[in-house]
């Protein structure tokens, strides 16, 4: 079992950054493959990025692709979300899942652990 409690969040203009934090409790990080999903008003939630603990495999989706960057602190078993050069359709709850290893999973429905999500607002 793991609990997963994502924070950094907030209102940024367009342009600006935010780094996202999903903080592992119960198991360490090193134990799943760890993702990122976003969920907008209206919208199915979709991927983001995905990887596994040492971030020697990682997966963005092609929206975000060359603005986000997945990290770790193996101190904290934390993982961040770096997300640069921000656009208005970012705007969404971000989650943070836990998943098993073996792959990079894509699809939500191969994570078992969730975590309470954290808005994230780009004004234009």
């Known amino acids: 079992q793991v609990q997963l409690v994502e924070s950094g969040g907030g209102f940024v203009q367009a342009g600006g950054s935010l780094r996202l934090s999903c903080a592992a409790s119960?198991?360490?990080?090193?134990?799943?493959?760890v993702g990122w999903f976003r969920q907008a008003p209206g919208k199915e939630r979709e991927f983001v990025a995905a990887s596994n603990w040492s971030g020697s495999d990682t997966n963005y989706a092609d929206s975000v692709k060359g603005r986000f960057t997945m990290s770790r602190d193996n101190a904290k078993n934390t993982k961040y979300l770096q997300m640069n050069s921000l656009k208005p359709e970012d705007t969404a709850v971000y989650y943070c899942a836990a998943g098993p290893r073996g792959g990079i999973w894509r699809s939500d429905g191969a994570y078992d652990y969730w975590g309470q999500g954290t808005q994230v607002t780009v004004s234009s």
């Open positions: 119960g198991r360490t990080f090193s134990s799943y493959v």
